[in-house]
């Protein structure tokens, strides 16, 4: 396999080399334009695919940096390449400025956000004199670079499709390392993400940024080229001729982004004579994708495939789920001053709905804990309150022994809280083996200057997380799914991941939110001696569950909710006998339900 | 409920199987709600007894060798038109729509059939089965505790006057007390000859309000029989409670 | 003062056209979670489809109207129709939906009326009144006039028919409103197409406002949301606030910056969102978990 694909790249790289000799002015005119759109939609496939952010304001980053640079040497009379520099940062500025609206804010409303500045920017393109309104600038100098002369276009050529494969590896080197998984998490689910440790606001505006400089870049080459610049270029027509681009071509690949450039770019030249029916054709396409391809062109072979795999019965995969090997035993370890997790008076309000009412716990170190209680006691708001998904109205959460209420989800799991969800929530849309690698990843975001700096750097520290990533999978037997997809396997076999993927984050407290729903006899057992494992493996777990066979032999201690208030707290032994809770659940009091054995014993 | 709804019709289900996210949550499930008895289905959490009833009523994707509302094949009915048909829903967690009041929730229970007089007497006949519904008519649906709100919403399923009712987990979060009041009305509903499908944790409560009960465990059905004889079984509270 | 007074009543009857457009966004967020893209393009339609009946089938202005109305319905029937497969299951890929809906609609225009303009003259033909000192047209006075009459009936649909409780039931639990007989698909048909409607109004109205061409869809559309957001996504009322607070902006903007104008309001408009996303009367719409 590895082979052919050398061989195909190898045949890409021959065929770009020797492209200008074979055409004539007017088509390589029209390439070097397409390669332009192409970098472009690279840029919105970082921020829309690969992060899940609608950012239509590209055409406006475009834009920035064609003009910024067209200012600066036409009236400054700035050198082309230092005038190019200052524009890629104006463009980078503004990306950051656009996106600030991202650390609070969701899709849609960025939405409107980039497609203001959009539409804004072109108004203001054609209103002031700086810019020279309607007409443009024109005279923008040629590039200089020693031994060639740029003012050809099929010297041009060379530079551009240089500029090209450069962005286009750095942009599958993203996608591939820490960040990209990052931003792929934010983008599958956004919660799941930040429990994972992922710093969602400030990924969002990375997203921009990233397109930002993909967009700038693609201005100052445009003005390189065309020498001209004029507000029609970066009319909104062209950003949603770009969107549909990026949407066609399957926004999720960034090579499917160049394939949407490339085929639309095609079409436009093919009905160039006719440019309303061409925008007719690809905003129904673009109709069309969303309903039956969502994942665009790119996505097909991976759905032939799919199809034709599901016509022949499964015969090749022979994957087998491994036992679990477990953890090396931390042996005896000190009494830890503070409690793993302590609430205190933890009280959580929903309009006018009392989910939690001044809820008090705590679970010393290595103790394996379960939560139970009837449907809707507040078990699992509880948990939402520990993990940062809720604020509590009241009440403190301390985790060993620090004050962290009202903390993100972020910052917990910075902290030393790992989780699964009741309704799990995996990266459908990522491998198992990434999923895992996600999780592992606890360095910060700040630490992204790297990609700017130092790639080697994220290059080794992505080889040691996939060697971690490997041995977790392969401790917990799921080494042949690793490249699985979650939502085509057993459901047994994700609960399996969801936990491995918690356990990743080498955590002190494990939240297990129904852990055992769903699964079957066997596979509880199996539970069982797994959460045995990481607790003597030195991690604190706290259990919700309704199993009660599993939490009677698994927990060492069990705390019983009943209408957000706790009704009992003691041994699985002591609980199950508890007057209250057997009200609670069954509605009713010792003595109706055990009229016969009272007869037998006396 | 002044008006006869006496049920004629017998809801029976044969092989229900549910299954969504690869998780079987219903295997094979037989029930039958006699025409004009109560029928419950208990069980622990995640057991499966809401995903039955959703099925159903359609909510969810389901197979069935057979479900059939007397001679009415349910696996044809969208769950839309169940209403039409006779079949009233309470969902799990009550699903009032707050931001209205409680007088247009009813009237909305009323809304597969024209507005005119005979919505003006059921409506008439919820509020004296409900007195507190009637005090709080102007009331936006969200600003009622949730035992009013749990009242509103079989009111609200009452509407249409159906002839199956179709409960899930009326007493969730409610108090002993208003569990005793919510038992009074199946009790009192039944006893006009409204069939009622009654899923619940609480046991006591549903053994109290039906004849018959199915418990279920792993979406299965681990036992059934006469509701006067499960209630002194104590293979049921090991069911729940494990031990 | 004079002066603001004036600034202030000129952006008034362009801010009742924002927020008619505000409206239409806000009602179709509200009962379906969807942003529709393609409402500006819907606003074009409607402005070209009232002037070609008015001016070339010489229609009455108001009759005109009517049947701009009564064809953009139609339109939003389609995309509804077409984009049902997605509703309540894929929210950003609707989005999208809409965003390619709008490129076939503003191609149509061009295709159907050209790619230059046509300026609507306005239907009352009178000098402006003088009231108090600041001069008033009249079309501008016709134009509140509709506006409030439209929001007046949107408002009684809401609130007294079945199908608009039953709309408002959707939005708020879709599942419960299965359950009582309520046809999700086809309620939110409805809300689609009176938003559609709505935008057509709007566009018919702006006609003799602005000049119609092709790209006023953008321009309309976009205050048109930011006056929705501004207001509180989802908000009849904030609809109505932030189209009206947006059209004001605007003509301060104007008055001021000339050039730079809707650059002003764009910012501003932003750095009230960062301040306070859920706009004036919070943000309303389905549960998207």
Redesign the interface.
Same mark, same amino acid.
């Not at chain 2, 699903?95 to 209205?100: K, T």
């Given at each position: 396999m590895r082979y052919s694909r050398f061989g195909v790249l190898a045949l890409l790289v021959v065929a770009a080399i020797v492209l200008p000799y074979a055409v004539g002015r007017y088509t390589i005119h029209v390439i070097d334009v397409t390669i332009i759109f192409a970098i472009l939609a690279i840029g919105m496939g970082l921020a829309m695919g690969i992060s899940g952010q609608i950012n239509l304001a590209q055409i406006a980053f475009f834009g920035l940096g064609s003009y910024v640079t067209a200012i600066l040497t036409v009236q400054e009379g700035w050198g082309f390449w230092t005038a190019s520099v200052l524009a890629i940062l104006a463009t980078v500025a503004v990306g950051l400025l656009v996106s600030t609206p991202a650390l609070r804010v969701q899709s849609h409303y960025l939405g409107i956000v980039t497609l203001g500045l959009a539409l804004a920017f072109t108004n203001w393109l054609t209103n002031t004199e700086l810019t020279g309104g309607a007409e443009g600038i024109s005279g923008i100098p040629v590039p200089s670079l020693p031994g060639a002369d740029l003012s050809s276009e099929y010297l041009y050529y060379y530079l551009e499709i240089l500029a090209f494969a450069v962005l286009l590896t750095f942009g599958q080197f993203v996608v591939r390392t820490p960040l990209g998984r990052r931003l792929r998490a934010m983008r599958d689910d956004p919660l799941a993400a930040g429990a994972m440790g992922a710093e969602v606001p400030m990924l969002r505006m990375t997203a921009f940024a990233l397109s930002s400089v993909y967009g700038g870049l693609a201005g100052v080459l445009y003005a390189g080229l065309i020498r001209y610049v004029a507000p029609e270029t970066f009319s909104i027509a062209n950003m949603f001729l770009l969107l549909a681009m990026v949407i066609i071509g399957g926004r999720q690949s960034l090579v499917g982004c160049v394939v949407g450039a490339v085929g639309l770019s095609l079409v436009r030249e093919w009905l160039v004579d006719y440019p309303t029916y061409a925008q007719i054709a690809y905003g129904s396409v673009v109709v069309l994708t969303v309903l039956f391809a969502p994942t665009g062109l790119a996505g097909l072979p991976e759905r032939i495939r799919g199809v034709y795999r599901r016509r022949r019965p499964a015969s090749a995969s022979r994957a087998v789920l491994r036992p679990f090997q477990p953890y090396d035993d931390a042996g005896e370890r000190a009494a830890a001053a503070a409690p793993a997790l302590e609430v205190d008076g933890i009280s959580k309000n929903f309009r006018g709905l009392t989910a939690l009412d001044e809820v008090t716990l705590s679970v010393p170190t290595g103790e394996i804990r379960g939560i139970v209680g009837p449907n809707g006691s507040g078990k699992t708001t509880l948990f939402n309150v520990i993990s940062g998904f809720y604020k509590p109205t009241g009440g403190d959460v301390r985790i060993d022994g620090r004050t962290l209420t009202g903390a993100s989800s972020y910052r917990l799991a910075q902290a030393g809280v790992a989780r699964t969800f009741q309704n799990l929530r995996l990266f459908p849309a990522m491998t198992v083996r990434e999923n895992v690698l996600v999780a592992l990843d606890r360095t910060r975001t700040r630490s992204i200057w790297r990609y700017a700096v130092w790639q080697p750097g994220v290059w080794l520290h992505d080889r040691a997380l996939r060697r971690e990533a490997d041995a977790i999978l392969e401790r917990f037997g799921l080494a042949d799914f690793a490249g699985a997809l979650p939502p085509a396997l057993p459901y047994g076999i994700q609960r399996r991941v969801e936990i491995a993927r918690a356990m990743a984050r080498s955590p002190r407290l494990l939240l297990l939110d129904e852990p055992a729903a769903g699964l079957n006899g066997d596979e509880v057992r199996q539970l069982g001696e797994i959460v045995r494992s990481i607790r003597d493996s030195g991690v604190t777990v706290v259990l919700i569950e309704h199993n009660m066979g599993l939490v009677m032999s698994l927990c060492e201690h069990v705390t019983v909710l009943a209408g957000g208030r706790i009704i009992a707290d003691g041994t699985p032994g002591e609980v199950a006998t508890a007057p209250q809770v057997i009200e609670a659940y069954l509605g009713d009091s010792m003595d109706d339900v055990l009229p016969a054995e009272k007869e037998v014993r006396s | 409920m002044t008006q006869t709804v006496t049920s004629t019709d017998d809801l029976v289900v044969e092989g229900l199987t549910v299954s969504y @996210?690869?998780?079987?949550?219903v295997r094979s499930v037989d029930l039958t709600v006699p025409a004009g008895k109560a029928v419950g289905i208990i069980g622990? #959490? +995640?057991?499966g007894k809401t995903s039955t009833l959703r099925a159903v009523?359609g909510?969810v994707p389901r197979s069935a060798t057979t479900m059939r509302w007397g001679s009415l094949d349910l696996t044809k009915v969208p769950?839309?038109?169940?209403?039409?048909h006779g079949v009233g829903?309470v969902?799990e967690?009550r699903?009032?729509?707050? $931001?209205?009041t409680v007088e247009?929730n009813l009237?909305?229970?009323a809304? *597969?059939r024209p507005?005119k007089a005979e919505t003006k007497q059921a409506l008439g006949e919820v509020y004296e089965l409900f007195g507190v519904l009637g005090e709080m008519r102007g009331r936006l649906a969200?600003?009622l505790s @949730?035992g009013q709100q749990q009242m509103l919403a079989i009111g609200?399923?009452l509407m249409?006057r159906p002839r199956l009712l179709l409960l899930d987990?009326p *007493?969730? $979060?409610l *108090?002993?007390k208003l569990?005793g009041e919510i038992l009074a009305v199946l009790q009192r509903l039944s006893a006009e000859g409204l069939s009622l499908l009654l899923v619940e944790? #609480?046991?006591?409560?549903t053994f109290e309000a039906t004849s018959s009960c199915l418990v279920v465990e #792993?979406g299965e059905v681990a036992m059934v029989g006469a509701s006067e004889e499960l209630?002194?079984d104590?293979n049921?509270?090991r069911i729940?409670? +494990?031990? | 003062m004079q002066v603001f007074v004036q600034t202030l009543v000129g952006g008034i009857s362009l801010g009742a056209i924002y927020a008619l457009v505000a409206m239409g966004f806000s009602l179709v967020y509200r009962t379906m979670g969807l942003v529709n893209f393609a409402h500006g393009n819907v606003v074009m339609i409607g402005a070209y489809l009232a002037s070609t009946f008015y001016l070339s089938v010489r229609l009455p202005f108001a009759l005109a109207m009517i049947v701009a109305i009564a064809v953009t319905g139609l339109i939003g029937v389609i995309i509804e129709r077409v984009l049902r497969p997605l509703e309540n299951k894929d929210f950003d890929l609707m989005l999208i939906g809409t965003i390619g809906f709008g490129i076939v609609l503003d191609a149509l225009a061009i295709l159907i009326w050209g790619a230059t303009g046509r300026a609507v003259p306005s239907p009352v033909r009178s000098a402006p009144l003088d009231l108090l000192g600041i001069r008033v047209r009249t079309y501008d006075l016709v134009v509140l006039a509709v506006a409030a009459a439209a929001t007046v009936l949107l408002v009684l649909f809401l609130q007294r028919t079945k199908r608009g409780a039953a709309m408002q039931a959707v939005a708020m639990d879709h599942e419960a409103a299965t359950a009582v007989g309520i046809h999700v698909g086809r309620s939110n048909a409805i809300a689609f197409v009176i938003g559609a409607g709505l935008a057509a109004l709007a566009g018919g109205l702006v006609g003799p406002l602005l000049y119609v061409s092709p790209s006023m869809g953008g321009a309309l559309g976009i205050k048109g949301f930011a006056g929705a957001i501004l207001g509180g996504f989802g908000s009849i009322p904030g609809a109505i606030v932030g189209g009206i607070a947006i059209g004001v902006l605007d003509s301060f903007a104007a008055g001021h910056f000339q050039g730079y104008s809707e650059l002003v309001t764009f910012i501003v408009f932003a750095v009230l969102i960062t301040v306070r996303p859920t706009g004036i009367f919070g943000e309303k719409t389905v549960n998207r978990a």
């Open positions: - | @996210g690869g998780v079987r949550a622990a #959490n +995640g057991a009523m909510l769950a839309r038109d169940m209403v039409r829903y969902p967690g699903h009032v729509f707050s $931001g209205l247009k009237l909305l229970g809304y *597969s507005w969200g600003a @949730g609200r399923a249409c987990e *007493s969730m $979060g *108090s002993p569990v944790q #609480n046991a006591k409560l #792993n209630r002194h104590p049921v509270r729940y409670l +494990g031990l | -």
